[in-house]
């Protein structure tokens, strides 16, 4: 596959976790994961972390990857790429797994002092996507390894930083988000 090929399968198999966060946002709100329970005198995960955005991400990537699975081989005809597909499974994990590494990522900005909507560079961008391949890994292995080959996965690792800035700060210009990060 040429690198053009390289590109478009990343961010076809990457669309169900990187749409999660967004819709998050959109539907986010309500009671807090943590109940309000904090550890160490600070908030165990924050205002930021819900039940109804966790819920609404997770279904929105999962949604999206079954969405793309239909429309995958009339895609792959035009560009003359073969796109992947997504079993349930997968999407589930790529889906849930962005979610969860979101949630991972404010544990440990709230370990580390920084208050809900603070940033942390490296793991604001990153956190989704580690957390998105290893719930893939661990839902569908026989997928996921066939379809991040390190190709794949190399382009992943340097493009999600560079779509995750630019998709964040148009939220925040359009107001859909607080902080452009
Ligand atoms: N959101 C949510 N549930 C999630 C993730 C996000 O409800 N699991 C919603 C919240 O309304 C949150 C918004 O999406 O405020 C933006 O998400 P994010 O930037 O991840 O949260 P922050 O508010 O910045 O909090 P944190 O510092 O913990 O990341
Ligand atoms: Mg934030």
Redesign the pocket.
């Known amino acids: 596959m040429d690198v053009i090929g390289v590109v478009v399968t990343a961010v076809w198999a990457m669309l169900p976790a990187y749409v999660p ?1 967004n819709a ?2 959109l ?3 309500g009671r807090p ?1 943590d109940g309000g329970r904090t550890m160490g005198g600070r908030r165990v ?6 039940w ?3 819920l609404a ?1 997770t279904l929105a990537g999962t949604v999206l990857a079954l969405v793309l699975t239909t429309v995958a081989p009339a895609v792959s005809d035009v560009i003359g790429y073969a796109l992947p597909e997504f079993p349930l499974r997968a999407g589930l994990g790529l889906a849930f797994g962005a ?1 969860a590494g ?2 991972g ?2 544990f440990l ?2 370990r580390s002092g ?5 940033a942390f560079p490296g793991l604001d961008q990153l956190d989704f996507v580690v957390g998105a391949l290893l719930a893939a890994v661990v839902f569908a292995p026989a997928w996921t390894l066939a379809t991040f080959t390190l190709p794949v996965l190399a382009a992943v690792l340097l493009l999600t930083p560079l779509l995750h800035v630019v998709t964040n700060v148009g939220a925040y210009l359009l107001g859909v ?3 452009p ?1």
């Open positions: 966060n998050a946002v539907a986010g709100g994961i995960l924050g205002d930021g972390k819900t109804r955005g966790t991400g979610m979101d949630i990522a404010s900005k709230r920084r208050e809900r909507g603070a988000k607080n902080e990060w």
